[in-house]
């Protein structure tokens, strides 16, 4: 489809219009923000549109159809995918050897391990392998609870950055402000670099990278703009 508008506009209820007329997701259900930047933002992605519509162009729009369509029609059983990263989380499987790869992992690793198992009073399982072995109960029902209070948008931004990085924990922390971005990319992305380091760069792997590093991107800064609003009550609050 090309553009067909001249205007984009944003609504009393935070509704994206074009010319006057309300943006629908593919199903039929209103685009409606939950945030003043996040609406800015989704509605800057419609203005950028030149010629025709490329959906990879527009990933804000994207994760938020995904919050209104798919998460709110059962946010439980959304919510319920995403915990189930804590029973095989990346940052819990560790390797045997080289020692520099051991030392590596326990340095980026054991930071977020230490901040989740403090802010939800868990216990993790640190496995040497790859075979998995499972976690307490109390750590995965208390993780889940953590997941399952967010609103379907923060669960819609959360999702990515949990499946490309392979780690629930990784993910709270950057959600919360306990981790920057930049942290959690280099966390989740510790083994590749390790193999790269040693073995030379794959140009394919690299492409699959940018990829995954694109979405991450959109997602972070998908959250980013939902919690701005609370941000900012939560500071006139001080």
């Keep these: 489809m090309k553009r067909f508008w001249q205007d984009v506009g944003i609504d009393a209820e935070r509704g994206i219009r074009l010319d006057g007329k309300p943006v629908r997701t593919p199903g039929r259900l209103p685009l409606v923000l939950p945030t003043d930047a996040l609406a800015e933002a989704v509605a800057d992605e419609w203005r950028r549109i030149v010629g025709e519509i490329d959906p990879r162009a527009m990933p804000l729009t994207g994760l ?46 054991n930071p977020p391990l230490a901040w989740a198992s403090q802010r939800y009073d868990v216990h993790f399982a640190i496995i040497a392998g790859i075979i998995h072995q499972p976690q307490p109960d109390a750590t995965i029902e208390r993780l889940a609870v953590a997941v399952a209070v967010r609103d379907p948008f923060e669960l819609a931004g959360l999702s990515p950055i949990v499946t490309i990085t392979g780690s629930l924990v990784l993910g709270l922390a950057l959600m919360e402000g306990a981790m920057e971005a930049e942290t959690v990319w280099a966390a989740a992305n510790l083994d590749e670099d390790w193999q790269a380091e040693q073995w030379g760069i794959d140009p394919l792997a690299v492409q699959a990278r940018e990829v995954r590093r694109a979405e991450f991107d959109a997602a972070v800064r998908f959250l980013h703009l939902r919690q701005a609003a609370d941000e900012a009550d939560h500071s006139a609050l001080a």
């Design 64 to 109: 938020a159809n995904a919050a209104i369509e798919r998460v709110t029609a059962d946010p439980a059983l959304f919510a319920a995918t995403i915990a189930a990263y804590a029973e095989s989380d990346l940052l819990c499987y560790r390797a045997e050897q080289p020692v520099p790869l051991v030392e590596r992992q326990a340095e980026l690793w």
